[in-house]
């Protein structure tokens, strides 16, 4: 993709292996889940239609993704959704759906209604229901005279988006907004703060996506879920690991999400939010990258569901603050490990360190020979 395309964002690095097709791709999808226990959904982006010729993105149908569709009837992996408003010729500005042109903010409208009408498909194929995030890259680098416009026009696009006259079934496609602090070329004015899309999620009655690389360094996102989810239905997480800024490094199991998970299982929050990740790092095996990262977040969801949540309250609720601290420091040397380990071998995956044997292989025998 062209540099001046990429609407905020890159990935660093050139590993030997990039799929140059949707069949490669879905391969070395297969060969990651191959090694990460659980059930599992894809979240694909708009620009992977394989329609077979050039397509504007304001004209894909569901029969461009049909192949996708297919794949997840035979594999059993149920698809979610992302509008893609980045890598195109009408973003380069770093504007979309809230361009001062009426005709360009009119062709990522007519990107968004199709999209929402591709993941109804999708929805109908798997028989769940598809969640479709939605981010746009709009913002300035440097200061703006006029804030109120651009987020004026957001929100009036984002309306004509989500008009019920287009006649999506909203039981089938779950819609979810997503803010940013800032990006590369938006350091200074981001139009979707977190004001903005956390007042128009309310508002709309649609999901909040709170991404972990998406606030300034010193916030922590799991502070924010309990507060959200006194006032949103839902909220969805994109899982990554901010380092300094939004550069998405591949997820380990940190502190940062460890304590996101347990704020969702003491609060006993699992049905009101989606877990996706969000991370990028074209520096290494992309294959190996995918797994380690869905690993460390399968591994913090365990942590969390193992913590003595019930024990702890019970302290707190008698003022036994020294032995709180006390539970919780222990709680992180119980020998987590060996349930994580036994969970990998229920689920017919290799636990521990075993499994970099067989992306070594993979990688020696596919990715390399590409």
Known sequence: INAEYMGGFMAVGNFPGLPRDGTELRADIEKAFSQIPGKLRLNLHANYSEAGFPVERSELQPDHFSKWMQWSKQSGVHLDFNATYFAHSLATDGYTLAHPDPAIRQYWVQHGIA????????????????????????????????????????MESYDKIFDKKHGVDTSKCIDYVESKLFGIGSEEFTVGSGEFYSNYALSRGLGLTLDMGHFHPTE???????????????????????????????????????????EIARGNLWDRVAVGLDFFDASINRVAATIIGSRACRKAILSAF????????????????AQRLALMEEARTLPFSAVWEKLCLQANRKPGFEWVADIDEYEKNVLRKR
């Not at 194929?125 to 109120?148: F, I, L, M, S, Y």
């Open 115 to 154: 999209v929402r009408k591709i993941a109804q498909a999708m929805a109908d194929n798997q028989g769940t229901p598809c969640g479709v995030n939605w981010w746009v890259p709009d913002g300035e680098k440097d200061h703006v005279a006029d804030r109120h416009t651009p987020r004026r026009y957001l």
């Open 220 to 262: 922590c996102l799991y502070d924010k879920v309990s507060s959200h989810l006194l006032f949103h239905k839902r909220i969805a997480l994109h899982v990554s690991r901010p380092i300094r800024w939004d550069s998405d490094h591949v997820v380990i199991f940190n502190d940062d999400i460890r304590n996101l998970f347990l």
């Open 306 to 321: 193992l913590d003595p949540t019930q024990k702890l309250k019970e302290l707190e609720n008698q003022g036994a603050r």
